[in-house]
């Protein structure tokens, strides 16, 4: 073969190697694109649900809006598909005589629940319930993650416009769209039950709330409130949806259990004690860190009578000058005279 014809068939193979690579790469493109990205594929398979996983609907009661001062008074939960409810009763157990040991247990108690479910529904969890729990329970920001990850929220999934245009409504004005019985009082009243010990009262009033959540999802498709798209609770559940008619043998009023504190299987004696220990040490740190303030206040009490008299000190030193002043010009004026 002559140079000219190796010149030539080298070319060939060039031109033939970069239309097949660019073909490849065209190829390999498109394939890349048509994949799913992570974070379709978090969000498809949030919304696909898994067949036969739990599902922890829950809500809260609170003495107030501010989650840095307000405590939470009473946590009920309720197992979507077996009915069970239970109660974690934080201020009657602190009405009793609380050591900080009960209300740890109690803690851990919810905690190992939240955990334990593979989803949770709430209405406004995201955005209040789970944030309050975060800091009124001093909880891991880690645990908080995960809670926040798997709840799903009709109201939060409003917010972000997964039914239509941003909106948010009540959860009375939901229930009343779609004909479920609305609740029984108010969360004003809630916080006047707890400041009255009516204990039982406010149990069954944040259990009722569960409830009408669970009677909600149970209904797969809600009318919304605001005239905007279905609310389709399929889309925005983790877990794979009960029809009414596979959990209308359930009557939770039937399965309702409150949290007893000495016989929480839960929580194992080590684990208590451990908690115990770390209430106890926490106790302590509190006592220490609040005498320290003290300490601090009485010390910028007595800084700030020091200036006080550091000031007054200052302005008789002035006066002083100024008299001093006076006699030397005084003075100066005698001189020139003598």
Known sequence: MGAGAASADAARRRA???????ARRRAQGGAGAARTGPCEKIRSSFSAGRTGARMLAFDIETTGLDREHCLVT????????????RAYEFARVAAEGDSGRERARLTAALVAAFDGADSLCAFNGVRFDIPFLHKAL??????????????SDILEACRLEVFGPRHTFSLNLLCEFNN???KTSSGCEAVRMAAEGRWHELREYCADDVRILCDLYRRRE????????????RRISHCAMCTTAETDHL????????????????VPTETASALSGVAAECERLHAELNAVRAELVATRAELDATRAELDATRGEA???????????GVCTCLDSFV
């Open 16 to 22: 033939q190697g970069g239309a097949g690579g660019a």
């Open 74 to 85: 009473v946590v009920c939960t309720e197992d979507f598909r077996t009915g069970e409810r």
């Open 138 to 151: 001093r909880l891991s920001e880690l645990t908080v993650a995960g809670w926040l990850l798997k709840t």
């Open 180 to 182: 479920v019985p609305m």
């Open 222 to 233: 809600l009318r919304n409130p605001r005239g905007f798209q279905t609310i389709d609770v």
């Open 251 to 266: 009557r939770p009023s039937e399965n309702f259990a409150s949290v007893e504190i000495n016989a929480d299987p839960s």
């Open 318 to 328: 002035a006066k002083h000058e100024a008299q001093l002043a006076l006699y030397k």
